[in-house]
C-alpha cells in the first residue's frame, strides 16, 4: 500500500517532534528539519566546541615554543659569527702589521723606531694601516683593552717627525674626546664584547707555550721575536664565551 508524500512528512514530524521532547540535552541540536522524511542534524555541538579549542591552543603552544627556540638559535649563532669576524680581522691586521714592522738598523729608520708591549696592549710603528688611511708612510699604532669597558681599543696616527712618536692615547676614550682625538690625527676603532686580552712576549728561539711568555716587554727600540695573543670574547645577550689564541713571528728582531 503506497502512503502519499504529504502523508510521509506528517509522520517524520510527528516522529522528530516526539524525539526531541524526549532528548535530555535538547540544547546541543540548533536545528532540525524534514527532509522526505529524513532528519537532518547541523551544527556543532558544545563538546566538539571545547575539543576544538583545546587542540587549537595546544597548536598555538608548539608553534610558539618552537618560534622561540628558532630566535634563540639563531642569536647565539649570529653572536658567534660576529665574534668570530673580530677576532680574525684583529688577527690578520695585527700579523700583516708585524710583518711591515718599522726596522731600526735600516737607514734613515733608526729614530723611528718604535716597539712598547704591555699585558693588556702595544704600541709600535708600522707601514701597514687599514685602508681609508690616504697615502703611504709609517704610522704609530696601538692596541689597547679596556677591562672596565670590555673593548679592545685600536688607534692609529702618521708619523712626519720624531716628535710623533711621543703621542699616546689617552686613558679613557669616550664619545666626547673622539672628535679631540681625530682632530690630533687620531684614527679610533673600537671593539666591543671582549672579556680578557692578553698580549705575551718570546725573545728566544725555542719552543715554549706562551703561557710562560713574559707580558712585559722592556726593550723598547726592539720588537720581540715572536707575540702570542689571547683573545675571550664574552655576548652580552646570550652569555656566550668564545676564545681565540695566536701567535705571531716578528721578521725584525
Do not use: C
Not at 566538539?48 to 642569536?75: F, K, N
Not at 689597547?144 to 710623533?164: A, E, M, S, V, W
Not at 703561557?211 to 675571550?232: F, V
Amino acid at each position: 500500500m503506497m502512503i502519499s508524500s504529504n502523508l510521509q512528512l506528517n509522520l517524520a514530524a510527528q516522529v522528530n517532534k516526539a524525539w526531541r521532547r524526549n532528548d535530555p540535552h535538547p540544547g546541543q541540536y540548533l536545528r532540525t528539519e524534514a527532509r522526505g522524511g529524513i532528519s537532518v542534524q547541523e551544527g556543532f555541538t558544545l563538546l566538539e566546541l571545547l575539543i576544538s579549542i583545546t587542540l587549537m591552543s595546544i597548536i598555538i603552544v608548539i608553534l610558539s615554543l618552537a618560534l622561540r627556540t628558532g630566535i634563540g638559535a639563531y642569536t647565539r649563532a649570529k653572536g658567534g659569527n660576529e665574534q668570530l669576524v673580530a677576532a680574525t680581522a684583529i688577527e690578520g691586521l695585527l700579523s700583516m702589521q708585524l710583518r711591515a714592522i718599522v726596522d731600526g738598523s735600516q737607514p734613515g729608520l733608526k729614530d723611528f723606531s718604535l716597539f712598547e708591549g704591555s699585558e693588556d696592549g702595544l704600541t709600535m710603528v708600522t707601514t701597514h694601516v687599514p685602508i681609508g688611511a690616504g697615502a703611504g708612510g709609517i704610522f704609530l699604532v696601538t692596541y689597547r683593552f679596556d677591562p672596565d669597558k670590555g673593548q679592545l681599543i685600536y688607534g692609529q696616527r702618521i708619523i712626519t717627525t720624531k716628535d710623533d712618536l711621543k703621542a699616546r692615547l689617552p686613558e679613557d676614550i669616550t664619545e666626547e674626546s673622539r672628535p679631540a682625538l681625530i682632530e690630533e690625527g687620531w684614527d679610533i676603532s673600537i671593539i666591543p664584547w671582549l672579556k680578557s686580552v692578553t698580549f705575551s712576549y718570546e725573545d728566544q728561539a725555542r719552543d715554549t707555550e706562551p703561557d710562560t711568555w713574559p707580558r712585559q716587554w722592556e726593550r723598547h727600540g726592539k720588537p720581540p721575536r715572536a707575540i702570542a695573543l689571547t683573545l675571550i670574547f664574552e655576548n652580552g645577550d646570550s652569555g656566550r664565551i668564545m676564545t681565540s689564541r695566536h701567535i705571531f713571528h716578528v721578521s725584525v728582531s
